[in-house]
């Protein structure tokens, strides 16, 4: 659902772009008329570092020899970065519509990097919002507080989406079409008799379905609101970034003989578009706790992390500190093993 750029730093920044407008005709004899870019925004991504520690005591590392205790310790790990991973990012569309805005919108490095626009997005509101201003003074909504996933209203919101919100920071007309309908399980089945239907779903005249087919629908299990919807594009208006892969560290402290595993990763994400994404509700709720309105989706990259080949180095190098002397006064309390996978 994100685009996945590289970052081989603490944060990104780059200013999004407005473009210059349309040519205009110059006739005869006449000079060209001046045009200027306008002011736009400044976006920050910072990345964020995801970590965690279990000590093992030297006893139970000892009994439970060759190393299959931490061995085992290790090898849960793989699943778990990719769900710490699929929860971050959900976090985009389950506190995307709270007027205080919410952490993961917030991409300051305190003494490094100040984001301007806070707990909220770009444009200093909520991702999901009714009062998105373009730099003309226009207004627009990618938030609907009481739209029950139909076919009707599926219709209702494509239009929106593509004849109403379809405009640059200038105001201009731009192509814009979703191409992903993003559910939670419970909607399912309502999705599949939608867009999977050739004729109008309840309908007793036999017209064609003009919905179907017309998105990709998408299940994601981390969505909190049950009847929530958003409909959007694949890969566009949201990026994750990408700065250092799963690394696993593993050392003994030498006071008192305890064995120490751990891991961290660092990834990070942003807003780039708000246009790109909607969320509707069914019922009107608390605006406070959501806002929504329809967006786009991307494959986001769930793969989990190989440690195979992590765990039987882990193996060895248990083992080979446990054949040691312990008794052996060593000061080096430094990581003995750091791999990246």
């Not at 560290?249 to 578009?273: E, M, P, S």
């Not at 769930?302 to 195979?308: A, D, M």
Request: charged share 20%.
């Amino acid at each position: 659902m994100f685009e996945v750029v590289q970052s081989s730093s603490a944060y990104e920044q780059f200013t999004s772009g407005i473009g210059l407008g349309e040519l205009l005709e110059k006739p005869e004899g006449q000079n060209i008329v001046a045009d200027a870019p306008i002011e736009s925004y400044t976006i920050v991504c910072k990345n964020r570092t995801f970590a965690r520690e279990v000590p093992f005591s030297y006893e139970s590392v000892q009994d439970a020899k060759k190393g299959n205790l931490i061995e085992g310790t290790v090898s849960s790990w793989g699943p778990k970065v990719a769900l710490t991973k699929d929860k971050f990012y959900a976090k985009f569309f389950n506190n995307g519509a709270l007027t205080a805005g919410h952490d993961v919108f917030n991409n300051s490095i305190q003494g490094v990097i100040t984001d301007a626009s806070g707990s909220v997005i770009y444009d200093s509101q909520p991702f999901f919002d009714t009062a998105h201003a373009d730099k003309v003074g226009n207004s627009y909504a990618n938030y609907t507080a009481s739209r029950a996933l139909t076919q009707a209203n599926l219709e209702t919101t494509w239009l929106t989406y593509t004849t109403t919100n379809n405009r640059d920071e200038r105001g201009d007309p731009i192509e814009l079409e979703p191409d992903v309908l993003l559910i939670p399980p419970a909607l399912k089945f309502t999705a599949q008799v939608i867009l999977n239907t050739a004729l109008i779903p309840g309908s007793q005249d036999n017209d064609t379905n003009v919905m179907a087919a017309i998105v990709e629908p998408m299940q994601w299990s981390q969505l909190t609101d049950a009847d929530g919807w958003f409909l959007g594009v694949k890969k566009a208006g949201l990026m994750a970034t990408d700065r250092e892969g799963v690394n696993l560290d593993f050392y003994r402290d030498d006071k008192n003989l305890d064995y120490y595993a751990r891991i961290f990763v660092r990834f990070g994400g942003c807003v780039t578009q708000w246009r790109l994404k909607n969320q509707c509700l069914p019922t009107l709720r608390n605006v406070e706790n959501n806002r929504v309105n329809c967006w786009e989706v991307q494959n986001l990259d769930n793969q989990q992390p190989s440690l195979s080949n992590v765990i039987s180095l882990v193996d060895r190098k248990v083992q080979r500190l446990m054949d040691e002397d312990i008794t052996t006064n060593n000061s080096n309390t430094s990581a003995l093993l750091s791999i990246a996978v």
